[in-house]
């Protein structure tokens, strides 16, 4: 099983960002990415899971968990749970999410930025 640092080195490197780049979207100092990335420290929850949607990954990959970047896939009826019916049948057709009548389930962060390019574009 990978560490969390291990994990957290890869996938800010695959999107060639800089240490100095993470710690400022997170809101933290760079040398608390690199104790992160060298597993000498860990991040508090709230951390975790911004890191998971800087790098739209789910919890469980992030702590060696599951080998599957993106989470679970949801069905159209889960994905309903989260948005209103209306709203999921415009994101289908606006954002191309469904696979296979499958969803990536859409963190809560996401939601809301779509939600808000929904009503910018005047789809809502």
Known sequence: M???GATLRELRQAKDLTQEDVASFLN???NTIGNWEHDRRFPKQQKLVEIADLFCVSLD????RSE???GRIVTKEELEQFLPTHIAEKVDKK???????NVMEIPEETRKMITRKLRKDGLL
Do not use: A, H, Q, W
């Open 61 to 64: 990959y992030l702590l060696g």
């Open 2 to 4: 990978k560490s969390f």
């Open 95 to 101: 954002l191309m999410i469904y696979v296979d009548n």
């Open 68 to 70: 599957t970047k993106n």
């Open 28 to 30: 933290v100092r760079p």
